[in-house]
């Protein structure tokens, strides 16, 4: 059974820095995309950064490009959203995803989700 668990989210100041861990299960790491969403109160789920299964390959969305860092740990199996210069458009709730392709990707694209993790940036 595949499982996907988001650690590492918090209250943190404005300007701040906080690092998400996704720790899954086997070897999906190798086959998906791995990703991160979030969903703030009220909108709907955003893409956010995704590491491509193999080589290098990373993409950001506009709102944090510059500011996050998506990294995997294939020893650990782990994928790694470091967030700094956090602002408090930020604050939601954030989701770790393993996808199926790196390019416009939408949740419709993903097969496994965690649970998620809260991150909420005050002022």
């Known amino acids: 059974q595949v499982q996907l668990v988001e650690s590492g989210g918090g209250l943190v100041q404005a300007g701040g820095s906080l690092k998400l861990s996704c720790a899954t299960s086997?070897?999906?790491?190798?086959?998906?995309?791995m990703t991160w969403f979030r969903q703030a109160h009220g909108k709907e789920r955003e893409f956010v950064a995704v590491?491509?299964?193999?080589?290098?390959?990373?993409r950001y969305s506009d709102s944090v490009k510059g500011r996050f860092t998506i990294s995997k740990d294939n020893a650990k199996n782990t994928v790694v959203l470091q967030m700094d210069n956090l602002k408090l458009e930020d604050t939601a709730v954030y989701y770790c995803?393993?996808?199926?392709?790196?390019?416009?990707?939408?949740?419709?694209?993903?097969?496994?989700w965690g649970q998620g993790t809260q991150v909420t940036v005050s002022s």
């Open positions: 086997g070897s999906i790491i190798n086959f998906y995309a």
């Open positions: 995803a393993a996808c199926r392709k790196v390019f416009s990707i939408t949740t419709q694209d993903c097969d496994y």
């Open positions: 590491h491509s299964a193999t080589g290098t390959l990373t």
